[in-house]
């Protein structure tokens, strides 16, 4: 299983940022999805997580309202759309599929993908 992260860079507040991260090796679509952070400093934190029959389930109050995880079935991608961004929300994001459960724990994701940088400063 190959998770390929991409789409991140250094943007200013309020600007928006969407990461793309393409699988192979399992199909997203019959899997959980999900998003984690890792910001400077900080342990790593789920962000965002996709349920097999399309429900979404968001870990971090921070993000409600901005962020949008979605997949696409047909080229096997996922997505994570960035709105509002904050100097707070600057991290190391990575991409992660299971095939069990969402969880909050981050160290219980099967697969991950290789990490991209947002930076989020004016």
């Known amino acids: 299983v190959q998770l390929q992260a991409s789409g991140g860079g250094l943007v200013q507040p309020g600007d928006s940022l969407r990461l793309s991260c393409a699988a192979s090796?399992?199909?997203?679509?019959?899997?959980?999805i999900g998003w984690v952070r890792q910001a400077p400093g900080k342990e790593r934190e789920a962000v965002s997580c996709i349920r097999r029959n399309g429900r979404i389930t968001y870990y971090i109050d921070s993000v409600k309202g901005r962020f949008t995880t979605s997949r696409d079935p047909a080229t096997n991608t996922m997505y994570l759309q960035m709105n509002n961004l904050k100097p707070e929300d600057t991290a190391v994001y990575y991409c992660?599929?299971?095939?069990?459960?969402?969880?909050?724990?981050?160290?219980?994701?099967?697969?991950w993908g290789q990490g991209t940088q947002v930076t989020v400063s004016s």
């Open positions: 992660t599929a299971d095939h069990r459960y969402c969880t909050a724990f981050v160290e219980e994701w099967d697969y």
């Open positions: 090796g399992i199909t997203l679509d019959d899997s959980y």
